[in-house]
Protein backbone atom coordinates (compact mmCIF):
# COMPACT_ATOMS: atom_id res chain seq x y z
CA UNK A 1 0.00 0.00 0.00
CA UNK A 2 3.19 2.38 0.63
CA UNK A 3 4.42 2.13 -2.86
CA UNK A 4 1.22 3.39 -3.96
CA UNK A 5 1.16 6.24 -1.91
CA UNK A 6 4.22 6.50 -2.90
CA UNK A 7 3.58 6.47 -7.07
CA UNK A 8 0.60 8.97 -6.35
CA UNK A 9 2.51 11.51 -4.67
CA UNK A 10 5.52 11.47 -7.32
CA UNK A 11 2.25 11.59 -9.95
CA UNK A 12 1.47 14.74 -8.71
CA UNK A 13 4.49 16.12 -7.77
CA UNK A 14 5.76 15.54 -11.77
CA UNK A 15 2.27 16.90 -12.35
CA UNK A 16 2.41 20.21 -10.50
CA UNK A 17 6.12 20.26 -12.26
CA UNK A 18 4.79 20.49 -15.56
CA UNK A 19 2.03 22.49 -14.83
CA UNK A 20 5.03 25.69 -13.29
CA UNK A 21 6.82 25.02 -16.44
CA UNK A 22 4.80 26.53 -18.49
CA UNK A 23 3.12 26.01 -21.75
CA UNK A 24 4.37 23.93 -24.40
CA UNK A 25 2.86 22.96 -28.06
CA UNK A 26 2.67 19.32 -27.92
CA UNK A 27 4.30 19.69 -31.55
CA UNK A 28 7.69 21.81 -29.80
CA UNK A 29 10.69 19.63 -30.26
CA UNK A 30 13.62 18.54 -27.80
CA UNK A 31 15.63 16.44 -30.09
CA UNK A 32 18.92 14.46 -28.70
CA UNK A 33 22.42 16.08 -30.93
CA UNK A 34 22.96 12.19 -31.97
CA UNK A 35 20.19 12.80 -34.08
CA UNK A 36 22.79 14.83 -36.38
CA UNK A 37 25.57 13.25 -39.12
CA UNK A 38 28.85 14.76 -40.67
CA UNK A 39 31.33 12.43 -42.71
CA UNK A 40 34.25 13.04 -40.26
CA UNK A 41 35.39 10.97 -38.37
CA UNK A 42 36.22 12.83 -35.43
CA UNK A 43 32.81 12.99 -34.85
CA UNK A 44 31.91 10.57 -30.86
CA UNK A 45 28.24 10.61 -30.16
CA UNK A 46 27.99 9.23 -26.42
CA UNK A 47 24.92 9.87 -24.28
CA UNK A 48 26.37 13.72 -23.43
CA UNK A 49 25.57 13.85 -27.73
CA UNK A 50 28.25 14.67 -29.99
CA UNK A 51 31.83 16.24 -29.56
CA UNK A 52 34.56 16.92 -31.66
CA UNK A 53 37.54 14.48 -30.65
CA UNK A 54 39.52 16.66 -33.72
CA UNK A 55 41.68 19.90 -33.40
CA UNK A 56 40.11 21.79 -35.80
CA UNK A 57 36.24 23.04 -36.48
CA UNK A 58 34.08 20.17 -38.05
CA UNK A 59 30.28 20.62 -39.30
CA UNK A 60 27.69 18.79 -38.34
CA UNK A 61 23.80 18.61 -39.88
CA UNK A 62 20.81 18.20 -37.86
CA UNK A 63 17.38 16.93 -39.53
CA UNK A 64 13.85 18.92 -38.26
CA UNK A 65 11.00 17.10 -38.83
CA UNK A 66 8.61 18.97 -40.98
CA UNK A 67 5.31 19.84 -38.89
CA UNK A 68 1.74 21.95 -39.96
CA UNK A 69 2.34 23.84 -37.08
CA UNK A 70 3.13 26.90 -38.69
CA UNK A 71 6.17 29.16 -38.37
CA UNK A 72 8.96 28.18 -36.03
CA UNK A 73 8.60 30.67 -32.54
CA UNK A 74 12.09 29.77 -30.92
CA UNK A 75 15.27 27.82 -31.91
CA UNK A 76 17.90 26.71 -28.82
CA UNK A 77 20.90 24.57 -28.83
CA UNK A 78 22.53 22.77 -25.69
CA UNK A 79 26.10 22.96 -26.14
CA UNK A 80 29.46 22.54 -23.82
CA UNK A 81 32.05 25.43 -25.47
CA UNK A 82 35.22 24.18 -24.23
CA UNK A 83 37.30 26.76 -26.97
CA UNK A 84 38.74 30.09 -26.15
CA UNK A 85 38.81 30.51 -29.59
CA UNK A 86 36.00 29.33 -31.43
CA UNK A 87 32.00 29.30 -30.48
CA UNK A 88 29.81 26.37 -31.24
CA UNK A 89 27.71 28.12 -33.79
CA UNK A 90 24.53 26.81 -35.63
CA UNK A 91 22.14 27.99 -38.44
CA UNK A 92 18.97 26.94 -38.96
CA UNK A 93 18.17 26.85 -42.61
CA UNK A 94 15.18 26.13 -44.89
CA UNK A 95 15.38 25.30 -47.94
CA UNK A 96 13.10 24.37 -51.59
CA UNK A 97 13.66 21.24 -52.97
CA UNK A 98 15.75 21.98 -55.44
CA UNK A 99 18.30 22.62 -52.23
CA UNK A 100 17.62 27.48 -52.73
CA UNK A 101 18.08 28.26 -49.41
CA UNK A 102 14.94 30.45 -48.34
CA UNK A 103 15.51 31.22 -45.08
CA UNK A 104 18.55 30.85 -42.29
CA UNK A 105 19.04 32.34 -38.67
CA UNK A 106 22.02 31.94 -36.27
CA UNK A 107 22.53 31.43 -33.19
CA UNK A 108 26.24 30.49 -31.13
CA UNK A 109 27.59 29.81 -27.90
CA UNK A 110 29.58 32.83 -26.27
CA UNK A 111 32.92 32.52 -24.21
CA UNK A 112 34.74 29.17 -23.16
CA UNK A 113 33.34 28.53 -19.82
CA UNK A 114 33.29 24.92 -20.51
CA UNK A 115 29.42 24.22 -18.82
CA UNK A 116 25.68 24.34 -20.34
CA UNK A 117 25.05 27.14 -22.29
CA UNK A 118 21.49 27.61 -24.21
CA UNK A 119 21.80 30.43 -26.93
CA UNK A 120 18.68 31.29 -28.31
CA UNK A 121 17.04 32.93 -31.73
CA UNK A 122 13.97 33.97 -30.45
CA UNK A 123 12.88 35.81 -33.72
CA UNK A 124 9.04 34.67 -33.59
CA UNK A 125 7.75 34.38 -36.93
CA UNK A 126 11.29 35.00 -38.65
CA UNK A 127 10.60 31.25 -40.95
CA UNK A 128 8.55 30.94 -43.92
CA UNK A 129 5.45 28.71 -43.04
CA UNK A 130 6.37 25.07 -42.61
CA UNK A 131 3.24 24.14 -44.42
CA UNK A 132 5.00 25.36 -47.50
CA UNK A 133 4.87 22.26 -50.11
CA UNK A 134 8.24 21.19 -51.14
CA UNK A 135 10.17 23.56 -47.84
CA UNK A 136 13.14 21.61 -45.84
CA UNK A 137 14.99 22.48 -42.66
CA UNK A 138 18.40 21.51 -41.02
CA UNK A 139 20.64 22.74 -38.32
CA UNK A 140 24.13 23.15 -39.45
CA UNK A 141 26.49 23.36 -36.31
CA UNK A 142 30.29 23.73 -36.39
CA UNK A 143 31.89 22.35 -32.84
CA UNK A 144 35.24 23.48 -31.90
CA UNK A 145 38.37 21.71 -31.95
CA UNK A 146 39.56 20.51 -28.90
CA UNK A 147 41.64 22.56 -26.31
CA UNK A 148 43.71 22.50 -23.44
CA UNK A 149 40.33 22.42 -21.52
CA UNK A 150 38.87 19.46 -23.44
CA UNK A 151 36.35 18.62 -26.12
CA UNK A 152 33.14 21.09 -27.32
CA UNK A 153 29.69 19.27 -27.13
CA UNK A 154 26.23 19.66 -29.00
CA UNK A 155 24.10 18.15 -26.81
CA UNK A 156 20.33 18.66 -28.02
CA UNK A 157 18.63 21.12 -30.05
CA UNK A 158 14.50 22.58 -29.46
CA UNK A 159 12.49 24.03 -32.13
CA UNK A 160 9.50 25.66 -30.73
CA UNK A 161 6.46 26.38 -32.79
Not at 52 to 78: D, E, R
Request: hydrophobic letters at 40%; one cysteine or more; glycine letters at 8%.
Amino acid sequence: MRSIAKSALYSLIFSVFLLAAGAANATDLWIHASACSSSNSAITVNQYGLSNTSSSAVTVTCPVPVTTQGLISLISVTAYDRSSTDDVSCSMVETDSGGTVLASAALSTSGNSGSLQNPQNPTPGHFLSWSSAGHFWMLQCSIPGVTASGASFLTAYYVGY
